[in-house]
């Protein structure tokens, strides 16, 4: 019983607030949102076979809760939310993350209730639990994006629907380069496609890969070739041009029709030197403005498209279109 009580107390100390809760995410979101901000966290609770569908339901039942409860106000907050954490917790879904908070974070728990502040080691569930669930306050979820950076938007919101990853301890590396693979990675999860568990046949694309799923998915689908040589390019930096490419095939995939306007396209200063098979794309998808050029209105076809222009790129085709 004691350890119930310092469990429910802890989690209204790292829950309250003075404004009213509104979702702002849902529970699928909000748990990629805690992966990335408190990797930690999951990997402590998933000590005790807490698998992240677990994680997600518990946040999508207290958002559930949270919502319902109208008379929810600055004055009545605690024991309100105290309410809610008891039933949510004690639900027969949330038993093993129940058991899980109390193994794990019960002498960091009874710290926090003598110092009434919140430890440093719970600063980042605390911080995320308040964006994600009451809808408040401001987070930055990679520590190398940010909230000035250009593609900040997308590839914040790009990564809070799963679509795409950081490189490990909030780390994004905006300005790194592409592979083919990793983009064709962002495309499969972009589409909403299941991942394949056919073989393709590529030389250079080994079948226990972490990428093999989601090539034959994107290839299976009409939406990549390889380079030539029986081969997908595994490795190979994706060139911008190539990019246009395959974010074009994605747009007539769903149904996406482009007025044929050059405007753009005839600004480009090295428009020549776009391969024939890339012009179209890249005409089609500059004039509406999908993807873009640089400040000396070149475009640059042959150059490695960056992760900040792969987010920026793949943003704008499936969330402004």
Request: hydrophobic fraction near 40%; proline fraction near 2%; include cysteine.
């Amino acid at each position: 019983m004691k350890k119930f009580v310092v469990l429910i107390l802890m989690l209204v100390l790292l829950l309250s607030t003075v404004a009213s809760a509104q979702t702002k995410y849902n529970a699928n979101e909000n748990y990629n949102i805690l992966r990335i901000t408190f990797p930690e966290f999951i990997d402590r609770v998933q000590q005790y076979d807490v698998p992240d569908r677990d994680i997600s339901s518990f946040l999508n039942d207290l958002n559930e809760k949270l919502d319902a409860d109208e008379k929810l106000t600055s004055g009545n907050f605690r024991s309100r939310m105290a309410s809610a954490m008891q039933t949510v917790l004690l639900s027969g879904p949330h038993n093993r993350l129940f058991n899980a908070l109390i193994s794990e974070y019960f002498q960091v728990v009874e710290t926090m209730l003598v110092t009434k502040e919140i430890p440093p080691e719970l600063q980042p569930l605390y911080d995320t639990v308040r964006y994600c669930v009451l809808g408040e306050g401001e987070i930055q979820l990679f520590n190398d994006v940010e909230k000035s950076h250009w593609a900040v938007k997308y590839i914040e919101e790009l990564a809070i629907r799963g679509v795409i990853n950081g490189v490990g301890g909030r780390v994004f590396e905006p300005e790194e380069n592409v592979t083919r693979e990793q983009f064709v990675k962002m495309m499969v999860d972009a589409m909403g496609w299941e991942k394949s568990g056919n073989e393709i046949d590529f030389d250079d694309a080994d079948s226990w890969a972490w990428y093999y799923k989601y090539v034959a998915t994107a290839y299976e689908n009409g939406l990549i070739a390889g380079v030539g040589g029986n081969r997908f390019g595994v490795g190979e930096n994706i060139t911008r041009q190539d990019m246009a490419v395959i974010l074009y095939r994605a747009a007539e995939m769903r149904e996406i029709e482009f007025a044929s306007d050059d405007t753009m396209f005839n600004k480009f200063t090295d428009k020549n030197n776009i391969a024939s098979y890339a012009r179209d794309a890249v005409m089609l998808l500059s004039g509406a403005g999908i993807i873009r050029g640089y400040e000396d209105s070149s475009f640059a076809p042959h150059n490695h498209l960056t992760r900040a222009e792969a987010a920026r790129v793949i943003y704008a085709l499936f969330y402004e279109m």
